[in-house]
């Protein structure tokens, strides 16, 4: 998710080199697209979809979109993120919301629609991108810090429950 530009584009386009088919999720489309093209001109298969990651049927839609097209999906990786900073007494509370739904909620049906096909397949790695906000906070940044500490628990729970099955999570 979150592949249409910057660090996304980066991590599509060094999948596609290291032997990935790419699926491209982003609610930036067109960059989206720019980034499967990209990878389609290296012999790799990319594709793109408008996905909101806060968005139960957008994220079901994709996953279920790569199984149509690949019939698997062996790496994942939660990218997708914003960040609004704002002071905590002048923070608009529907922002606040906004950054918890993409960064944190988005992971987590990331992760669900992840599992579900990898707990069939017995493989898989789901890899979320964090930073350094997860483990220390930072002024005027309470939303994007509170939304990737939470990420870091949710990788270490959903580590501890598919490990078993041959599943890695990793932050």
């Given at each position: ?83 609004i900073a704002e002071p905590i007494d002048e923070a608009v509370a529907e922002k606040w919301r906004a950054v918890m739904n993409v960064n944190l909620f988005g992971t987590f ?20 991108i964090n930073s350094k906000s997860g483990k220390k906070g930072s002024a005027a940044n309470s939303a994007y810090s509170a939304s990737k500490f939470g990420g870091i628990g ?18």
């Amino acid at each position: 998710t979150g592949g249409a530009q910057g660090l996304g584009e980066a991590m599509c386009l060094r999948l596609a080199a290291e032997g990935c088919h790419v699926v491209i999720g982003d609610m930036n489309d067109e960059g989206a697209a720019d980034t499967a093209e990209k990878i389609n001109a290296t012999g790799r298969k990319s594709f793109a979809l408008k996905v909101d990651v806060s968005d139960e049927a957008s994220v079901e839609a994709l996953f279920q979109k790569a199984m149509d097209e690949f019939g698997r999906v062996d790496v994942v990786v939660a990218n997708a993120a914003i960040l609004i900073a704002e002071p905590i007494d002048e923070a608009v509370a529907e922002k606040w919301r906004a950054v918890m739904n993409v960064n944190l909620f988005g992971t987590f049906l990331t992760f669900k629609h992840a599992a579900r096909i990898m707990k069939a397949q017995g493989s898989g790695s789901i890899i979320a991108i964090n930073s350094k906000s997860g483990k220390k906070g930072s002024a005027a940044n309470s939303a994007y810090s509170a939304s990737k500490f939470g990420g870091i628990g949710l990788v270490q729970s959903v580590a501890l429950e598919l490990a078993p099955l041959g599943i890695r999570c990793n932050a």
